[in-house]
């Protein structure tokens, strides 16, 4: 069991940045994938970005050239810096740690932080 504890959320303005972090209970190497997802009123969760365990990353379109996932080891934390946010930025954010095991996939979330970004 991958325990996940968000931080850094808050209330911003258009156009400024906030850091997410995610602390893990145990190492980020030995999860495959990190990620952070988000959900907004109404909307299903929806990933926006994703680092694995060699470091590839992915991100969502709507997120490219803003937001940046990374991780350190020596924390087990996961970053997600977030520049340039817009007012569609609003939403819980979740980090996720998703462990593959044979033919299985076992999904592990945070509490989830609030992010507000008024125009």
């Known amino acids: 069991q991958v325990q996940l504890v968000e931080s850094g959320g808050g209330l911003v303005q258009a156009g400024g940045s906030l850091r997410l972090s995610c602390a893990a209970s145990?190492?980020?190497?030995?999860?495959?994938?990190m990620g952070w997802y988000r959900q907004a009123p109404g909307k299903q969760r929806e990933l926006v970005a994703a680092?694995?365990?060699?470091?590839?990353?992915n991100y969502a379109d709507s997120v490219k050239g803003r937001f940046t996932i990374s991780g350190d080891s020596a924390k087990n934390t996961v970053y997600l810096q977030m520049s340039s946010l817009k007012p569609e930025d609003t939403a819980v954010y979740y980090c996720?740690?998703?462990?593959?095991?044979?033919?299985?996939?076992?999904?592990?979330w945070g509490q989830g932080t609030q992010v507000t970004v008024s125009s």
């Open positions: 996720n740690a998703r462990r593959l095991w044979m033919l299985d996939e076992y999904d592990y």
């Open positions: 145990e190492s980020i190497f030995s999860i495959n994938v």
């Open positions: 680092i694995t365990s060699g470091s590839s990353t």
